[in-house]
């Protein structure tokens, strides 16, 4: 038997924030403040982004890495279906990413969005598909990481 090309893998990642529901709810559906905490960072330069954010709604961003990375050079894109959306509650998408358009991974995000003492629980569950050439689940959930770091300090603003 030849050996599986696809790697499988769930993982949780967990914050609370100090923010309503409704605002961490916010930082997702605005495409502002969405692309601010989500696709903008030092290591890239976002080409594009546009964002439908409604049930059946889609979402696609193209980022061109910069010197110094290991993908210098490279393009990646990220396209998002958004399947269920609980507005203040819940965001469900399924989600694409290529690397100069060949398909490197396909998932199934879902945040939960709890209101809590100190503000709002975020639960995100990732279940994920990763094909050759991929960046695996360990890099996926430090990105996730480090993605719900940067919306922490979105929040803060």
Known sequence: MEKPTTIHST?????????????????FANPEKKRRWFF????????????????????RARMKFGPGTPIAGKTITN??????IQPGR????A????MDGRPFSVSLATIEIL?????TDLILTHQGAYFEGADGPE???GGWNS??????RELAR
């Open 79 to 84: 396209d998002t279906i958004y399947e269920d």
């Open 90 to 93: 819940r965001i469900v998408t």
């Open 139 to 141: 890099m996926r959930k």
């Open 11 to 27: 993982f949780v990642v967990e914050r609370s924030y100090a923010a309503t529901p409704e605002r961490v709810f916010d930082a």
């Open 147 to 152: 993605l719900l770091d940067k919306l922490g």
């Open 40 to 59: 903008e960072s030092d290591t890239h330069e976002l080409q594009h982004h546009e964002l439908d954010f409604k049930e059946g709604g889609s979402e």
């Open 95 to 98: 989600y694409r990413m290529s």
């Open 115 to 119: 209101p809590s003492a100190a503000g």
